[in-house]
């Protein structure tokens, strides 16, 4: 069993694409170009493989296929098996990196009309707190990580999609603390409200006893899982005749934002739950704030912006922050 849905991807890798080419190879004969011709293989589609149908490989896909195998022969030098790394100076295939899909305020409220209330608050808290979609469907009424009163929320516990467990560490294993606006606090009480159960009813990894319910259910009474919140972002989405995107850009939306009001880049960071700050990073974007900074730091002139035919009203200031077939209820098996 893994932990995470990650593990279990990365174990699939192994089963289906570095043990049918290497799992004869002794590791001391693993030569350098052997492995750039594997590298070529995989991307066309022709590399040994335990998949039935293989096609050709997008660059990504590659890419991490590739450093599933890096690992192993990374760990066996460090553990002096090896003495050189065959995968060292390998060029992989460059993938076009597209833009990240965004949901902002403005979109969300687009989608609000067409969402039944208990997905209009689950967008609405992911976008006002920046949870993944399976630490919104982790999040127990656990009273030691939910302060209402003092407006503070503990992230901690984690749905584990694939294996549907929760398990009691996020991504980063660190929990994280996040400061509750009233419209959040508001959507936890409305929730909340729901009579408790007396415990999850979700099997937790290690065997950790559970005595809270979730804060979030779906309709029928199961986890409140991606791609049921995702079903529902679709619908809503072809409802408002708009381009759907998955919950994750809600997510994203949250960070764009405070990396566009001037947050440090540490501080955002802490909030995301990011270990590696580079990640946080990508929400930090081009803004006419930082254009604005840059230019005035070298002594340019800085643009005036239109603000509207009349300005702004007097003591105000600009506001510069901007279907499938329907899953299955883990539960219940009903959306």
Known sequence: MFESDTGGVEAAIVKNYLMPRWKDVALNMIAHNEVKTWVKDLQTGHAPSAVERQGSKAPSYVQRVFSVFSVSITAAVDRGVLTASPTAGVRLPKRQ?????????DEAATLSPHLDQIYRDAVDFVELTGLRPNELAGLHRDPERIDLKGGWLVVADVYVFKAKMIRGYPKDREPRVLPLSPKAIEILKRQ???PALENCGVPHMRDEV???????????GGVLNRDILGHHLRKAAAAAKIGA???YALRRGFATRLGRSNLDIFTLADLMGHSDINLTREYVGETDDKKSRVLASLGEPVPLKAVGS?????GTEVDNQTSPEPPKDDAKHVV
């Open 245 to 247: 995107k998955p919950p």
């Open 192 to 194: 909340m409200e729901r």
């Open 210 to 220: 559970c005595r809270h319910d979730l804060v979030f259910r779906a309709p029928a």
């Open 97 to 105: 990196r597209k833009p990240k899909k965004v949901i902002m305020p």
């Open 310 to 314: 009349r300005g702004t009203d007097r």
